[in-house]
């Protein structure tokens, strides 16, 4: 269980690097693309699609689940110990399309961030001029009660309660 755990968190940085990987260049898919397909179903210069980078999950699955499957022969002939089990070879495979997965939402979050960290810092400098205004109409709303009560006619003087009271003859 903790070989898998390793390998778990290991394919999943191992995802996010080779979908980064991808994002910069798809030379190896282009290779590919021009040993395979006719001149005119061949991808466009500007296509960035790769074999992880802009591909839907299926495709993600069968290209990854190729690439783990030829380093598991691979490994079985260079090594003879029987390190690759099914649950090994299944680990790697879920952790690496996580891992593109995680990859893709974090490139798409700083684009969006990026878009919109100007409008933002207007929002924020805007929100801060209006409570800069609503303080400062606070103020003023105060000064100028206590303004309005010094000028309002004196008091009379009034009785206090005690001598009300004698004046009732209850005292």
């Known amino acids: 269980m903790t070989l898998e755990l ?25 290779f590919f693309n021009k040993i395979i397909n006719s001149k005119e179903l061949q991808m466009k210069p500007e296509d960035k699609t790769g074999f992880v980078y802009q591909q839907t999950f299926l495709l993600r699955l069968v290209f990854i689940g190729f690439l783990f499957l030829i380093g598991i022969v691979v490994t079985r002939f260079l090594i003879p110990i029987d390190i690759a089990t099914i649950s090994i070879f299944a680990s790697m495979i879920v952790g690496t399309i996580a891992g593109t997965y995680l990859a893709n939402f974090i490139f798409k979050s700083s684009e969006v961030i990026d878009e919109k960290s100007d409008s933002i810092e207007d929002m924020v400098q805007d929100t801060i001029e209006k409570g800069k205004d609503f303080i400062e109409d606070l103020k003023t709303k105060d000064v100028e009660e206590v303004v309005e009560q010094d000028k309002e006619a004196p008091k009379v003087e009034e009785k206090s309660a005690r001598q009300r009271l004698k004046d009732k003859g209850l005292m």
Do not use: H, P
């Open 6 to 30: 390793i390998v778990f968190i290991g394919a999943i940085l191992f995802g996010i690097f080779l979908y980064w990987r991808e994002s910069k260049g798809n030379g190896l898919y282009r």
